[in-house]
């Protein structure tokens, strides 16, 4: 277990440093310059190169990603271009609106997707079965931004439930917090739930025509009894493989519902910030939720080891 | 949901409307746009003056929302009789947030710090003239011009010219400290601007004790958040299609006033075939005006033939010089020695005069044969290769600074207009005070270029405002980006 863990975090590390490179050679090659875009059309030429001094921009590319990788290994993500406030606190800001949202949604979908998974595929042909996957069809065809839209119309103009949108903030009360990302939890997780759903029904059919299914039964376990205490277990790696890609994508995916609900999340803040080539916070951002990313591939890899034991033996 | 949560639900909402029903004295405005930080006086963005002209910051003048100038810091001036020197009277007992004394030495600052040679202000232009700043006592500075300028009063309205603090400019980005009736009091980044009343105001108080400013980029979100009634005005409101359903509905009351963006078809008179006068003449016949009002703004703005502001007093009617005739378009390119067209680009910035209007410009000049390739931009995109680089054929634009046709005295801008007559004409009218003879030359002006063809004008750009009914005081027209809170208040 610790050798494969070791070996999985070197690729962790590796797999970070290039991608830092990454970031800054393709973002910095994108045209448009932050300060001609702070000063807009009537700057002179003198005024943006004053301003592009005082941002630092007047140092080469290499001497830039040099202090920008050394200040993060510190901590340190630098300075926004157009804001002027520190990256690292506008990124934890609006992460106290994504993170909470992204699990918000991971735990609805995930709500929704085991029973509807374990239901459909102990039902498999019936009636019921048809009826789970009919309507993940829909779920899956659905586009999350015109759900959203229609959430909207629905529980804030004609219901008046929910606020269109905007964020409360939590210093209102978890409730309060909790209630301004309702709607766009419901409008991320359904389509991801939908997913979710075939996939826990279809890994669950491959297991029970498995051998040591029909042993768990032949032994005299029921067929409910076998599929809990077996099946379920085996058929939990193709799912948490997808659990763990749906969070990366809920945590960096949401931007187009940031804007439907105008929530000032991490998604929104990379927006506005590619827009007004403040590159330093698309750098960072981008880096975030690359790390992000492999920090959840990271853990899926070490929770297989210990769903299947087979994985730790085998490196 | 559960039926506790309804109940909460249910029973917040009973509170929110019991207490606005006492209160009425604040109010929540929306913006599709977040300011970048808060210092008027070292960016571009509109977004900065509409938060914070003067509710935090104030010049020396400033615009009324009918776009006329009147004294605000500066109580009143003298001017010497050759006109470059200024004598402002300061107002007295005017504090700045932190407490301290607004006097002429913060002027002095102000002005100096504008104009210095390592300044970050977006319009540093406007204080080139400015050959000195002097303290005369402390309620008392002297301006003095190197050359008479007719604009200078004007010039001083601009947010680009307020007057701030030398000890709060290291903060002034997030934590701004003016003159003015309202406090920044809390700025949740992405999200909203709330500001409070200033006790101490010197001025008259006003009515609100508190405002908010959300930030709604989307069109659609925009329309909901209207509709449910989250925002209780949206200061330029982004879908034009959803203005007859507000203006449908007695909740709501819809605005439409005109702003300072002359919106056009730039073109670059330097590339061929632009650089003949009968080429962009036959530009300016090939295009309907009207049809792209109606389609790409829902009928909204105002058909313009040069480029100035339509309810400027001064302005010249002059549409009837370029009026759509796409056969007298078509014979002039014969003339020109291109009976089958040529081809060029237009490029297309976000916004959707732009992108609309591009799709029905591109449509209109293929009928006279021209074939205009369509590329969108981002906005740094087309700073970088169309206004720096001046790499393009066409691209349409709203100019949005007022009483800016002093752009086309500038033979580098970036659609590259280059005529000495026209130069001499706005040296003439910047050395000129009179009023009457500043109307008569900038109707000059506005013909000379008019005649030139330089660009295809198209239209004065709505300002498009939605706000519920009870909402009294909005500025109808934008002279400047500006929303002023001192005068805004809700009807009994």
Wanted: glycine share 8%; net charge negative.
């Amino acid at each position: 277990m610790l050798r494969y863990s070791l070996k999985r975090l070197l690729s962790l590390i590796l797999s970070l440093a290039v991608a830092s490179a990454v970031i800054f050679a393709v973002i910095e090659v994108a045209p448009g310059d932050p300060a001609s875009f702070m000063l807009g059309v009537n700057a002179q030429a003198d005024t943006v190169a004053a301003l592009q001094a005082e941002l630092g921009l007047d140092q080469s590319k290499l001497q830039r990603y040099l202090s920008w990788v050394s200040g993060m290994l510190g901590g340190d993500f630098g300075t926004s271009y157009t804001y002027r406030t520190p990256v690292a606190e506008m990124i934890a800001d609006r992460l106290w609106v994504s993170l909470p949202l992204a699990l918000f949604a991971l735990t609805l979908s995930t709500l929704i997707a085991f029973p509807a998974g374990i239901y459909a595929a102990s039902r498999r042909g019936r009636a019921g079965d048809s009826a789970v996957m009919g309507a993940t069809q829909l779920g899956v065809a659905i586009p999350n931004f015109w759900f959203a839209m229609i959430l909207v119309l629905i529980f804030a103009i004609n219901l008046r439930w929910f606020s269109a949108g905007g964020f409360s903030g939590w210093d209102n009360g978890l409730l309060a917090g909790m209630r301004s990302l309702t709607l766009p939890a419901i409008a991320l997780a359904l389509p991801q739930a939908a997913i979710l759903t075939r996939v826990m029904r279809s890994s669950l059919l491959d297991i029970l025509g498995e051998d040591f299914m029909r042993t768990a039964r032949a032994k005299g376990l029921s067929r409910r009894q076998a599929l809990w205490r077996h099946g379920l277990r085996n058929a939990m790696i193709p799912v948490l493989t997808i659990i763990g890609l749906q969070f990366s994508f809920l945590l960096a995916g949401a931007i187009i519902i940031e804007q439907v609900f105008y929530l000032p999340g991490l998604g929104r803040l990379v927006f506005q910030a590619i827009s007004s080539r403040d590159l330093i916070v698309v750098e960072s951002v981008v880096m975030l939720l690359v790390f992000a990313v492999i920090t959840v591939n990271f853990a899926v890899d070490l929770a297989y080891a210990a769903v299947d034991p087979r994985l730790r033996s085998r490196t | 949901m559960s039926l506790k949560s309804f109940v909460f639900t249910a029973s917040s909402v009973l509170a929110l409307t019991a207490g606005a029903a006492v209160a009425k004295d604040s109010i929540t405005i929306a913006m599709q746009l977040e300011p970048p930080h808060l210092d008027p006086t070292s960016a571009a963005a509109q977004a900065i003056d509409s938060v914070v002209y003067v509710n935090i910051f104030e010049g020396l003048t400033r615009f009324m929302g009918d776009g006329s100038i009147a004294p605000l810091l500066a109580k009143s001036w003298e001017i010497s009789d050759d006109g470059t020197v200024y004598t402002f009277s300061l107002q007295e007992g005017v504090a700045f947030h932190d407490g301290s004394a607004m006097d002429a030495e913060d002027v002095k600052f102000s002005l100096d710090r504008a104009r210095a040679e390592d300044s970050t202000n977006a319009q540093k232009a406007l204080f080139a003239g400015i050959s000195s700043v002097d303290v005369v006592d402390p309620m008392t500075v002297k301006v003095t011009l190197a050359e008479p300028n007719g604009s200078f009063l004007f010039n001083l309205a601009w947010g680009d010219a307020v007057i701030v603090a030398p000890e709060s400019i290291e903060d002034i980005k997030t934590a701004p400290v003016g003159t003015g009736a309202f406090k920044l009091a809390d700025w949740v980044q992405g999200d909203r601007i709330e500001m409070a009343r200033n006790a101490d105001y010197w001025g008259e108080a006003p009515v609100l004790a508190s405002a908010t400013f959300k930030f709604i980029s989307d069109p659609t979100a925009a329309f909901a958040a209207m509709m449910a009634e989250d925002v209780d005005a949206f200061d330029n409101f982004p879908a034009p299609e959803n203005l007859p359903q507000f203006e449908a509905d007695p909740r709501f009351q819809v605005l439409v006033g005109s702003t300072e963006g002359e919106t056009i078809l730039s073109t670059n008179n330097k590339q061929p075939p632009f650089d003949d006068a009968k080429v962009r003449q036959a530009l300016a016949h090939a295009i309907d005006r009207q049809a792209i009002i109606d389609g790409a703004m829902f009928g909204y703005g105002t058909p313009i033939g040069t480029h100035f502001a339509p309810h400027n007093p001064a302005y010249v009617d002059l549409t009837g010089g370029s009026a759509y005739d796409p056969d007298k378009a078509r014979a002039l390119l014969a003339e020109a020695g291109l009976a089958d067209g040529f081809e060029t680009t237009l490029h297309l910035p976000p916004p959707s005069y732009a992108r609309r209007g591009g799709e029905i410009i591109a449509a209109q000049l293929a009928e006279v044969g021209i074939k205009a390739e369509i590329t969108n931009v981002e906005w740094a995109q087309w700073l970088e290769t169309v206004f720096r680089g001046k790499t393009f054929g066409l691209t349409i634009v709203s100019h949005t600074e007022p009483m800016d046709i002093g752009i086309y005295a500038r033979p580098d801008y970036y659609f590259q207009y280059d005529n000495p007559a026209f130069q001499d004409l706005m040296a003439t009218l910047n050395a000129t005070t009179d009023p009457e003879a500043r109307t008569a030359l900038m109707q000059d002006a506005q013909k000379t270029i008019a005649g030139d063809y330089v660009n295809g004008y198209l239209f004065q750009l709505a300002k498009l405002g939605v706000a519920k009914a009870g909402v009294l005081g909005l500025w109808e027209n934008a002279p400047t980006a500006a929303i002023d809170l001192g005068a805004i208040s809700w009807a009994e």
